[in-house]
């Protein structure tokens, strides 16, 4: 079920998204206040504070040693990314497409970012980090080769004074130009060779790595603004609620 997730809630955004756009083709004002209308709205507020679930035990130690030996925190983060996708797309359902109240509409414009931040922020910061170990992993094996390539350079004394000269920014950009590839006519690539085409191979990997770091850390600042945000909402459906009991539903009763 795991690796069919990202299919799964991507399908799920997608559904969001049209529904969200139907606005514009379709609008239903007496859908919110019918029984079938009150039961997605009940439904969808329910499913909002699932997502809380994986939140807090993440954040309590005692209470996350307790639960994972039955849950672990993987299938937990799965149920909280289904309900946050599933909760507004119920929502937008419930809502009938009456968008008519500033309270309304403010609910549900928090809704839709609050989910399409999660997906983005999940699936692309989960992209970031499986590269990044990928990258380190490939510069350690280029950094072994190197010193390898490097041990053949001190025994060729020739080859390691054409790569002196070399060392320049604008130099090692004519580089290729003046380094041999073979060591003899159909002999193996030359040490200095192999040293400057490592070398370049170094540098690029190093350099993506550090644009990783520098996107990591931009999703770290993401996962805040996402808290923010999902509080906001909170916020915003406990108003929801407690105006739906005081002008409605206390009068049934």
């Given at each position: 079920?795991?690796?069919?997730?990202?299919?799964?809630?991507?399908?799920?955004?997608?559904?969001?998204?049209?529904?969200?756009?139907?606005?514009?083709?379709?609008?239903?004002?007496?859908?919110?206040?019918?029984?079938?209308?009150?039961?997605?709205?009940?439904?969808?507020?329910?499913?909002?504070?699932?997502?809380?679930?994986?939140?807090?035990?993440?954040?309590?130690?005692?209470?996350?040693?307790?639960?994972?030996?039955?849950?672990?925190?993987?299938?937990?983060?799965?149920?909280?990314?289904?309900?946050?996708v599933l909760a507004p797309i119920l929502g937008i359902l419930h809502s009938g497409h009456r968008f008519q109240s500033?309270?309304?509409?403010?609910?549900?414009?928090?809704?839709?970012?609050?989910?399409?931040?999660?997906?983005?922020?999940?699936?692309?910061?989960?992209?970031?980090?499986?590269?990044?170990?990928?990258?380190?992993?490939?510069?350690?094996?280029?950094?072994?080769?190197?010193?390898?390539?490097?041990?053949?350079?001190?025994?060729?004394?020739?080859?390691?004074?054409?790569?002196?000269?070399?060392?320049?920014?604008?130099?090692?950009?004519?580089?290729?130009?003046?380094?041999?590839?073979?060591?003899?006519?159909?002999?193996?690539?030359?040490?200095?060779?192999?040293?400057?085409?490592?070398?370049?191979?170094?540098?690029?990997?190093?350099?993506?790595?550090?644009?990783?770091?520098?996107?990591?850390?931009?999703?770290?600042?993401?996962?805040?603004?996402?808290?923010?945000?999902?509080?906001?909402?909170?916020?915003?459906?406990?108003?929801?609620?407690?105006?739906?009991?005081?002008?409605?539903?206390?009068?049934?009763?």
């Amino acid at each position: 079920m795991q690796e069919r997730e990202r299919p799964i809630v991507t399908g799920l955004v997608l559904l969001l998204v049209v529904l969200t756009l139907g606005f514009y083709v379709h609008r239903d004002p007496r859908f919110p206040g019918s029984l079938t209308g009150g039961v997605l709205g009940i439904s969808a507020a329910a499913l909002m504070l699932v997502p809380l679930v994986y939140l807090i035990i993440k954040r309590i130690p005692p209470l996350k040693r307790a639960v994972t030996p039955a849950v672990s925190m993987r299938t937990l983060l799965a149920i909280h990314i289904y309900a946050g996708v599933l909760a507004p797309i119920l929502g937008i359902l419930h809502s009938g497409h009456r968008f008519q109240s500033p309270l309304g509409i403010a609910l549900t414009t928090m809704m839709v970012i609050v989910a399409l931040s999660g997906f983005v922020g999940r699936y692309l910061m989960g992209q970031i980090t499986a590269g990044a170990r990928d990258q380190q992993q490939l510069l350690s094996g280029l950094r072994r080769e190197y010193d390898r390539v490097a041990d053949d350079l001190v025994q060729s004394p020739n080859q390691a004074a054409t790569l002196r000269p070399l060392a320049g920014f604008f130099t090692r950009l004519a580089a290729p130009f003046f380094v041999r590839d073979r060591s003899g006519p159909a002999g193996p690539p030359s040490a200095a060779a192999r040293a400057l085409r490592l070398s370049e191979s170094m540098a690029d990997v190093e350099y993506a790595i550090k644009s990783h770091d520098i996107a990591k850390a931009a999703f770290g600042r993401w996962l805040a603004c996402h808290i923010v945000i999902a509080l906001v909402l909170y916020a915003l459906l406990a108003v929801h609620v407690w105006s739906v009991w005081y002008f409605g539903i206390r009068w049934l009763t």
